[in-house]
């Protein structure tokens, strides 16, 4: 409850708790919208510690839309290296199996020659954390609408119908209390939001602990006898890993030891290979598969690893929780600017909990796939015995089916639709099925835009704007006009974009569709249904 009963100004529209990637990408997509926010962060600066690597493919459309995708490219794993994963013994002995995967470069090019929808329109980046994180910062730092402030712990809150309240501590000791309209808890696995709000997480949790060692090895990437790529799994009892991060400098190694003077050692057998090198540090971190029983609660949002927790290899960690800051941070506009009836904050949990789960269950099945192919490894592995040999093929012949769970999660990545949301027109029928490991273009009502190119080399996303957009094919006679009164009527934004083009007709299938400003499909058809209806059902009135 308030501590004051005299309502008191506001000192901004949102709190956010936490400047992790998904805390600065909400903040700088509020700061895009004008949106004025408060980002606090208990740490004094970004911290050079090793978690996420890999923005997936869809996170990058999200930063191409917020203007950002370059900058992390810049920043990121180089666009010619190549992406492989490789199944070792040793960085200097044959792989028992490469799977090679195009650079930035390379599948650029291949999705420049696509034009079915199949494939994103922007390819998946590595760059570490420690990167991404202070880049994302400079970008919130110069951003008028955005205060950032480390250095400030989030204590506590409370709230009432009009605001809400957060009580934050300074790292000198003051302690100040701050209000605003809304707060989100990006705050990370142990957030202490959520744990206010007394939400709980369910699923599995501890299920393996490892150890993270970061070497810096200035030569090592230029030298790797077998080749270059960005993850070396080391087929041991240890469950060994090796990551490549932004640098092609610094490398993570991944595994279950007792002690941290063990991950040195466990390194140069890896590498196997005399090689200079220099250990910077040594962390643990456990697996987890879990998820929040809500993610709202009155005027208090939880985003990212505040409400699910996924096992990392997959790349789904902070990648789901930039898809729930993009996805809330529309609504909260729409809110606070007026045209957002009730129903579209309301859809954030209904729409990104289901994803949550979606995740949740895809990172599960790539992790028992690793697991399996890990099942076959025999302490006769490396022996040049007819035994020996057997248990090289069989685990190889494992891993080239279930290593590829992991590496190839496209269909978690693009392929998600917000079934049953409130701010979504329902069609009859079932929908397509979801698979985490196929991607199929859909323009089902809740889908992404399947991603297309104009005739003039132009994306049709690059196109859409900020607002609700109806794409209107050409031979369409569809009179707009009611639905542009409509959504007028709500005064929410919204355009009208006719294309004149026949391949984005052939591949979303109807004369018009209705677009989300995040590029989620409201409706689709061949003849607009009740204008007021759909403009109502979009803004969540
Ligand atoms: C080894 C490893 C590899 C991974 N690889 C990938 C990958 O390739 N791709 C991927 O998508 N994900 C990956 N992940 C997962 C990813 O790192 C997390 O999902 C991601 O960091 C979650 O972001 P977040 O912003 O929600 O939370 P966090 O990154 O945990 O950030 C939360 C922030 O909140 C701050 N905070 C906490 N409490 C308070 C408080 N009371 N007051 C103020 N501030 C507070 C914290 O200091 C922190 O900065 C990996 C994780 C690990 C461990």
Not at 58 to 87: H, N, S
Not at 206 to 220: I, S, V
Not at 234 to 243: E, G, N, S
Not at 283 to 306: E, P
Request: charged share 20%; glycine share 8%; aromatic share 8%.
């Amino acid at each position: 409850m308030w501590p004051q009963a005299e309502p008191l100004t506001l000192d901004t529209q949102v709190i956010i708790v936490g400047a992790g990637p998904v805390g600065l990408t909400l903040a700088i997509d509020l700061g895009r919208r004008g949106l004025r926010c408060i980002l606090l962060e208990q740490k004094a600066a970004p911290q050079f510690l090793p978690k996420m690597e890999r923005c997936n493919a869809r996170t990058m459309e999200i930063y191409r839309r917020m203007g950002l995708a370059d900058k992390i490219r810049d920043a990121g794993f180089p666009r010619d290296a190549p992406m492989d994963v490789f199944i070792v013994t040793s960085l200097v002995e044959p792989p028992l199996l490469h799977l090679p995967y195009p650079s930035v470069v390379q599948a650029k090019a291949e999705i420049a020659a696509c034009r079915d929808g199949s494939m994103p329109l922007e390819p998946y980046q590595l760059i570490s954390q420690y990167t991404l994180e202070p880049l994302l910062k400079s970008v919130a730092d110069a951003m008028p609408t955005i205060d950032v402030r480390y250095g400030c712990e989030f204590v506590s809150c409370a709230q009432d119908e009009g605001a809400v309240s957060a009580r934050v501590k300074y790292a000198d000791g003051r302690s100040v209390e701050l209000r605003a309209d809304y707060l989100v808890g990006c705050d990370g696995g142990t957030s202490a939001v959520r744990r206010q709000l007394g939400i709980k997480l369910q699923g599995e949790s501890n299920l393996m602990q490892f150890r993270q060692a970061l070497f810096r090895c200035d030569d090592l990437f230029e030298r790797i006898p077998i080749g270059k790529g960005r993850h070396y799994h080391v087929a041991d009892a240890q469950a060994t890993f090796l990551i490549v991060q932004d640098s092609t400098r610094h490398f993570t190694l991944h595994a279950v030891t007792d002690s941290d003077a063990e991950m040195a050692a466990l390194f140069e057998k890896t590498l196997a290979m005399p090689i200079d090198y220099e250990m910077l540090s040594v962390g643990q971190w456990r697996q987890n598969l879990l998820l929040a029983d809500n993610y709202a609660q009155g005027r208090i949002y939880l985003a990212g690893d505040a409400v699910h927790l996924v096992i990392p290899t997959g790349g789904l960690g902070m990648n789901s929780g930039v898809g729930d800051a993009y996805d809330l941070s529309w609504k909260l506009a729409g809110t606070l600017q007026g045209w957002g009836g009730s129903q579209l904050l309301a859809s954030y949990e209904i729409e990104r909990r289901q994803i949550g789960a979606n995740n949740v269950e895809a990172s599960r099945q790539a992790s028992r796939g690793r697991r399996a192919w890990r099942a076959a490894y025999k302490p006769n592995l490396r022996e040049q015995t007819p035994a020996g040999a057997e248990t090289r093929t069989n685990l190889a012949r494992i891993a080239n089916v279930e290593q590829r769970k992991s590496n190839e999660m496209i269909g978690a990545e693009l392929g998600y639709r917000y079934v049953d949301s409130p701010v979504i027109w329902p069609q009859a029928g079932e929908g397509p099925e979801h698979d985490f490991m196929k991607y199929v273009p859909s323009t089902w009502p809740g889908a992404r835009l399947p991603h297309v190119w104009l005739d003039d080399g132009t994306a049709l996303h690059d196109r859409i704007g900020e607002c609700y957009t109806l794409l209107r094919f050409a031979g369409s006679s569809a009179d707009v006009a009611p639905l542009a009164k409509a959504f007028a009527a709500f005064g929410a934004p919204f355009s009208v974009l006719d294309i004149a083009d026949e391949m984005p007709r052939a591949v979303y299938g109807n004369d018009l569709l209705l677009l989300r400003p995040d590029l989620h499909v409201v409706w689709r058809g061949n003849n607009l249904p009740d204008a007021a209806k759909l403009a109502a059902v979009a803004t969540g009135h």
